[in-house]
């Protein structure tokens, strides 16, 4: 899902502000082609980073093209793009590249992140699986976002019981065209990593009378 964004595309040369000192990442992962680079481009204030090569022939042995014939580059290390949330307070975006052989980069993407956002196309469901299953492995809280791609319509209940969605994880609609709908999802994933952080026994002891 590689094509232009359907809102007004955000300012790009905004300065990160000096007195920017704290840094909150956070990954948006998924299955190929399923949008992670046309979100990051999206919700982006600045220019995004992108390691985006043009698929070749040698590459069809090797990544499965069902439902994305018409992707014509992929990315192939990581998308990095940034918001600031106020003047102390950045929020720094990575997009982690979908295909099978690429896998091996998401732990260290991982690594030291707040939330995530897993992008799922209902077309693909299955593709979704290693990115829920690693990021449970790393205990790293995660959204789960439907993009509109116009295929099947599938009721909340069923998306969760292919996914295996535990009841306490959001599941919210998306388009990752859109820079509102996405700036949607990243709030939905504040949102619950806010809930998850008072829920927690350190939380409730630090409150306690």
């Keep these: 899902m590689d094509y232009a964004t359907s809102d007004h595309s955000p300012p ?5 502000s000096s007195t920017a000192d704290n840094g909150l990442k ?3 992962t998924g299955g190929f082609g399923v949008g992670k680079t046309t979100m990051v481009r ?6 995004p980073l992108n390691t985006e090569e043009t698929m070749t022939q040698a590459g069809e042995a090797v990544d499965d093209l069902a439902g994305v014939q018409a992707k014509t580059s992929t990315t192939v290390a990581f998308d990095f ?4 949330l106020d003047r ?5 975006l990575f997009g982690a590249p979908g295909q099978q ?6 732990d260290r993407l991982f690594s030291g992140t707040l939330g995530a956002v897993v992008l799922v196309d209902t077309r693909r469901l299955d593709d979704s699986w290693y990115a829920i299953d690693r990021l449970e492995h790393h205990g790293t809280p995660f959204v789960v976002a439907r993009n509109d791609f ?6 909340e209940e069923q998306v969760r019981d292919a996914l295996s969605l535990a009841d306490g ?3 919210i609609e998306c388009d990752a065209r859109s820079r509102q709908s996405s700036k949607d999802v990243l709030i939905t994933l504040v949102r619950h990593l806010h809930t998850l952080s008072a829920a927690s026994p350190r939380a409730r002891e630090t409150t306690a009378p």
């Design 101 to 106: 052989r690429f896998w091996f980069l998401w």
């Design 26 to 28: 956070i990954v948006i």
């Design 42 to 47: 999206s919700v982006s204030e600045i220019r």
């Design 12 to 16: 790009f040369r905004r300065p990160l």
């Design 150 to 155: 116009g295929g099947p319509r599938h009721t």
């Design 88 to 92: 102390r307070n950045v929020l720094y």
């Design 81 to 84: 793009g940034r918001i600031s």
């Design 169 to 171: 994880i959001p599941l």
